[in-house]
């Protein structure tokens, strides 16, 4: 089992829709949770921490669930501009190293 | 904000030829990295630093070596650069204090291409 799975898409999705994913994880000692998002040849950024309460970023909302091993991310109101690939991190064992999952494609149409 | 600074967006080698990528952080990080990034495989750890002079293995280190002589700076060595070895190259630097990871700020990453 990966340490770190993601559906890899790509999700098709309306302009204004909302989307969904998950992403499971499979160390249970983990503490630190990361949603990046990387578009099409430049490095990935850090998109939103996620805390173990859930946050929300305008109109991300990040949620963590610690019983089942995954965090997701929603995104509502879809944008043009939100077509990326996205990326779920995890820490590992040692917590200064992450551990990253092999993203999952978004793509929003008109 | 922390500037992460790759020394080259794009590089074509030949092969054998060695090759530096060097890397630059600018917020005094104690954590640096080097992954590479091929279509399907997503990222991969190739070495990381948690010090000055301090190096470790990532789950790729063959065929490359680094050097971190000074905080700032972290540079991977290509000793003998080879077709394989053609790929997205990004460099990376974190902030750590005991117990929580900061995540991490990259580098606009070097395109290198052996021939």
């Known amino acids: 089992r990966k340490e770190v799975e993601q559906d890899p898409g790509p999700f098709n999705v309306p302009e204004g829709a909302t989307v969904a994913f998950n992403c499971t994880y499979s160390?249970?000692?983990?503490?630190?949770f990361f949603w990046y998002r990387q578009d099409c040849r430049k490095e990935p950024k850090l998109l939103m921490s996620v805390y173990s309460s859930g946050n929300e970023d305008g109109r991300f909302t990040a949620q963590l669930n610690r019983a089942s091993q995954y965090i997701s991310l929603l995104i509502r109101d879809s944008k043009l501009s939100d077509s990326a690939t996205y990326l779920c991190?995890?820490?590992?064992?040692?917590?200064?190293?992450?551990?990253w999952g092999a993203g999952t494609k978004l793509i929003i149409k008109p | 904000d922390v500037k992460v600074t790759q020394s080259s967006r794009y590089l074509v080698k030949r092969t054998g030829e060695k090759v530096f990528l060097e890397c630059v952080q600018d917020?005094?990080?104690?954590?640096m990295f080097w992954y590479r990034q091929d279509p399907g495989l997503g990222l991969r750890l190739i070495y990381f630093?948690?010090?000055?002079?301090?190096?470790e293995k990532g789950d790729i280190p063959e065929g490359y070596s680094v050097s971190r002589e000074k905080k700032e700076r972290f540079s991977l060595i290509l000793e003998s650069a080879s077709t394989n070895q053609t790929s997205m190259y990004l460099c990376a630097s974190s902030r750590y204090l005991t117990g929580q990871n900061y995540g991490y700020t990259f580098g606009s990453g070097t395109r290198l291409t052996v021939v």
């Open positions: 630093s948690y010090d000055v002079k301090m190096k």
């Open positions: 160390n249970s000692a983990s503490q630190s």
């Open positions: 917020m005094d990080h104690e954590n």
């Open positions: 991190v995890v820490n590992s064992d040692s917590n200064y190293q992450l551990i």
